[in-house]
């Protein structure tokens, strides 16, 4: 992949434009004929041709159920599938027998929850637990930690396993600049904290967590530690080896796959605690009337017919991703970031939510428009052929925390280039303008 | 875009009519769009008993875009000094109105009834933000089902 600088003397740089053409929908137009500029990766990435093409390969060559019948095409779906996790375990430094195919990261996050009320429950009836499954066991005033940037995906669920189990939760809470408030992490996470799960890189403020300091106090104390990596597997190189974390979930359509595929990686031990999530076919060892035992780990959490196909894409997301190269595409995405952040500062009326400089941050921008309610600049921009997101993004108590109903994001990816954001700046000039604000 | 701002609805943007919560009130609500986290409170007055009752006042506070917050300006105008019963009709009508892009079946808007309302003609071919225009109006509805339910609260 080649490369071009943006700015003299910078040295970070850009990904050649012309690896555009490798995503077929950014060819089309919207609303009057207008180009597709796209500046909603955040919500979900656009999908290069191969990974369109191997999933259609799939389908046409190899389709089958697999994990059963011994015919040809069930052995050749079966490695499809399971080649897939491999190379996607790979991609995060994991291995294959480490990595659940779930339909997304929100049931990544979920499956992990029901861990803890599963084993509570099957505990307190003394039903069977696998060996080590203590630790998921939680008793009334155990607390459970997560962050005040979290995406409802990583909040409610544990407000869920709190309403189950009398489990207290408390969270980390945040600078006026975005960024995790750390300075009485020891009294957040205490000898009480069962569970800490955060964020890597805030969906709605950019922010990318540190995620060192946190995971050595929560170890400390002898919490799991899980990390929603949704927004960070896709736009810099994350290795499980050196996070220092037990479990991180993440979703395939946010990094060029295709939608109905996400993961949850957990290290083999942690995974083998577990008690199963869904349950039913595929997920078992022996099976009679009165009792089931269980498969080991990651089938034990595929329960039914897995989303193969999609497993399939998402494995060329992945190749596709390497063939680019994960510190090429943070370089990228840094360089735009950097680009979006110094031309909002400049537009007048525009306050930046989040880090105002690109250091320990990704490339999504939120911001508020003064006098303008976001679903207003989202439309005019809209009308302009402009995508961005509006709304709270899902994490509503984000919003509060910094008193704005809602924002207006531009995310970025690979495909993205400077010229966009001239335009989203251009087009939150007019939508002042058009509602006489500026 | 300019079907989707029509002048009017830029005009009850910025000058909203009977903005404020006031007193007295038979039933107060508060009612969000949890995809986009615009919010309303909103009480009603009402004097006489029943669907003859007279809606006297309609009073709000809000968040939300331009389109939310023009539709219930606009509605407190339509409203205010007509009977729950009219108020009802009136409401069906903006139903429909906001059906009318994606529902074939619905027939033309009444121009009597929703007078101002017309202006939000534009936001039904915009699927996303027919939800800012309804909220006030399905506040509304729900304040005087419960101020005229016995006892309060249903």
């Known amino acids: ?438 | 875009m300019d079907t989707l701002y029509q002048e009017i609805i830029l005009d009850h943007y910025r000058n909203p009519v009977g903005r404020g919560l006031r007193e007295p009130f038979e039933a107060q609500v508060h009612h969000v769009n949890p995809t986009c986290g615009d919010e309303i409170t909103l009480r009603v007055h009402l004097e006489g008993a029943g669907e003859s009752a007279t809606v006297a006042d309609i009073s709000y506070e809000s968040q939300g875009c331009s389109i939310s917050q023009a539709s219930a300006s606009v509605m407190h105008e339509l409203l205010v000094g007509h009977t729950v019963a009219e108020g009802m009709g009136t409401q069906e009508a903006f139903l429909g109105l906001m059906k009318s892009a994606t529902d074939d079946s619905s027939s033309d808007p009444d121009e009597d009834v929703l007078g101002d309302a017309l202006a939000f003609s534009g936001v039904a071919r915009y699927p996303a933000r027919v939800k800012c225009a309804l909220l006030s109006w399905m506040a509304w509805k729900d304040a005087v089902t419960q101020a005229l339910t016995p006892g309060g609260t249903p």
């Open chain 1, 1 to 438: 992949m080649t490369t071009v600088a943006l700015g003299a003397g910078q040295g970070r740089t850009l990904l050649d434009p012309a690896l555009r053409a490798d995503f077929p929908i950014l060819a089309r137009t919207v609303r009057g004929g207008q180009p597709l500029v796209y500046l909603d990766t955040a919500a979900t990435s656009q999908k290069p041709a191969a990974v369109l093409d191997a999933e259609r390969e799939f389908y046409e060559q190899r389709n089958s159920a697999v994990h059963r019948g011994a015919h040809f095409l069930a052995e050749q779906a079966t490695d499809a599938f399971e080649a897939s996790r491999a190379v996607i375990a790979g991609f995060i430094g994991g291995r294959a027998e480490e990595l659940v195919f779930t339909r997304n990261a929100t049931e990544s996050i979920n499956l992990v929850a029901h861990a803890f009320s599963s084993a509570t429950a099957k505990k307190e009836h003394g039903a069977p637990l696998p060996d080590g499954a203590e630790r998921f066991v939680l008793a009334p005033g155990d607390e459970i930690v997560v962050t005040e940037m979290e995406h409802h995906a990583n909040l409610v669920p544990w407000q869920e396993l709190c309403d189950k189990t009398g489990a207290v939760l408390r969270w980390i809470g945040l600078t006026d600049e975005g960024r995790l408030d750390l300075t009485d992490l020891d009294e957040v996470i205490t000898e009480r904290t069962r569970v800490v799960s955060f964020v890597h890189q805030s969906n709605i403020l950019g922010t990318v967590n540190e995620v060192a300091p946190i995971a050595a106090r929560a170890r400390e104390v002898g919490a799991l530690v899980v990390l929603d990596a949704c927004q960070s597997v896709p736009h810099m190189p994350v290795d499980v080896r050196t996070l220092g974390v037990d479990l991180l979930a993440f979703s395939g359509h946010k990094m060029l796959g295709p939608t109905g595929v996400g993961c949850l990686w957990g290290r083999a031990e942690v995974l083998a605690a577990m008690p199963p999530f869904n349950t039913g076919g595929s997920m078992i060892a022996i099976v009679t009337m009165e009792r089931t035992t269980f498969a080991d780990p990651p089938q034990r959490f595929e329960a039914g017919s897995p989303n193969v196909a999609q497993a399939v894409g998402l494995a060329a997301a992945v190749q596709y991703l390497e063939r680019v190269g994960m510190p090429a595409v943070a370089a990228h995405e840094h360089v735009l970031t950097e680009y979006a952040l110094a031309a909002l500062a400049e537009a007048p009326g525009v306050r930046i939510i989040g880090p105002t400089t690109a250091t320990g941050r990704g490339g999504a921008v939120s911001f508020t428009v003064a006098g303008l309610h976001p679903h207003d600049v989202g439309q005019v921009l809209d009308d302009e052929g402009i995508a961005v997101r509006v709304g709270h993004h899902c994490a509503w108590p984000t919003c509060r925390r910094f008193d704005v109903p809602a924002t207006t994001r531009a995310s970025f990816g690979l495909y993205n280039q400077p010229f966009e954001v001239d335009l989203l700046v251009v087009g939150i000039r007019r939508a002042q303008r058009f509602f006489g604000v500026a």
